[in-house]
């Protein structure tokens, strides 16, 4: 992969870290507290609401951070080692968690009788795209690894 575009994603991870850093400091908060003010029946809700989206946004930049590893080894040429998988592992437990995040979430809201039907749709897609995305890095995972035995074999000729 080309420097520049190595150079050119990790920028974009720079600025979506701080965007989700900025999400999680006032704008998950602010949501939280105006949809309590909106609701107060459900106000009971708020410190539950902000401490899962917060946990939810540092998964999102856990994913961010690994995929920066992976692009400094691909910039430095090793990503074909055994380092790389730790990442990637990290990566497929983060969006298995993910998940199971957002599935506890709608559990709490429809216990909590505070879940539309639009809501609960968004729930069960992201709990479908959680599992789906950790099941294509499980995949990516066994290419890296075929990918890898194939390398040392080619080394081993050469």
């Known amino acids: 992969m080309q420097p520049r575009i190595t150079a050119a994603l990790k920028a974009l991870i720079v600025v979506l870290l ?23 029946e459900l106000a009971y809700l708020t410190g539950p609401g902000i401490v899962g989206g917060i946990v939810l946004v540092a998964l999102i930049e856990l994913v961010l951070v690994c995929v920066w590893r992976l692009l400094s080894l691909v910039r430095q040429d090793r990503i074909f080692s055994s380092g790389a998988f730790l990442y990637v592992d990290i990566i497929m437990v983060t969006m298995a968690a993910s998940a199971v995040l957002i599935a506890a979430a709608v559990v709490v809201l429809l216990l909590g009788h505070a879940v539309n039907p639009s809501i609960l749709l968004l729930g069960v897609v992201g709990v479908v795209i959680g599992i789906a995305l950790a099941l294509l890095v499980g995949v990516m995972r066994g290419l890296l690894r075929k990918a890898l035995d194939l390398e040392q074999d080619l080394s081993e000729v050469v």
């Open 18 to 40: 701080a965007l989700l850093l900025a999400t999680q400091v006032a704008l998950i908060p602010g949501v939280a507290v105006l949809a309590a003010e909106r609701n107060p």
